[in-house]
């Protein structure tokens, strides 16, 4: 198998978190979402952007079902998402920055 090939081929880090009774499937961030993820980082550090919003886009993109398909689907959806409890919302975030090897120390220092 060559490079490329190789490259193309691997598949993203899966997660499975407990909420409640339920399980919730996260994918970790593409390198398109990282790049979206950083940038909006960069405004939510410089006070251009809310948590709230900064959030919900990377549960909109990270949240699967079990056939590893989006759980969300259109724009609307972002909106319902920033509803949702902290308790919830919380716990999920977090194992999507883990299995995209972010974590705290990264959101403070811009990474």
């Known amino acids: 198998m060559n ?17 409640g009774k339920q399980n919730i499937h996260v994918v970790e961030m593409s390198v398109g979402v ?14 251009t952007m809310d948590d709230l919003e900064f959030r ?11 056939d590893g398909k989006n759980v969300f689907t259109n724009g609307g ?7 949702m ?14 299995i995209s090897n972010l974590g705290e120390e990264e959101i403070k220092e811009g990474k």
Do not use: H, W
Not at 36 to 44: A, D, I, S, V
């Open 3 to 19: 490079t490329r090939d190789f490259l193309f081929g691997i598949e993203p880090r899966k997660a499975i978190i407990k909420v």
């Open 34 to 47: 990282r790049a979206k993820y950083e940038t909006k980082l960069m405004k939510f550090q410089n006070g």
């Open 56 to 66: 919900s886009e990377i549960l909109f993109a990270c949240i699967i079902d079990e």
């Open 77 to 83: 959806d972002i909106a319902l998402i920033k509803k």
């Open 85 to 98: 409890p902290s308790n919830v919302v919380s716990p999920i975030f977090d194992k999507i920055l883990e």
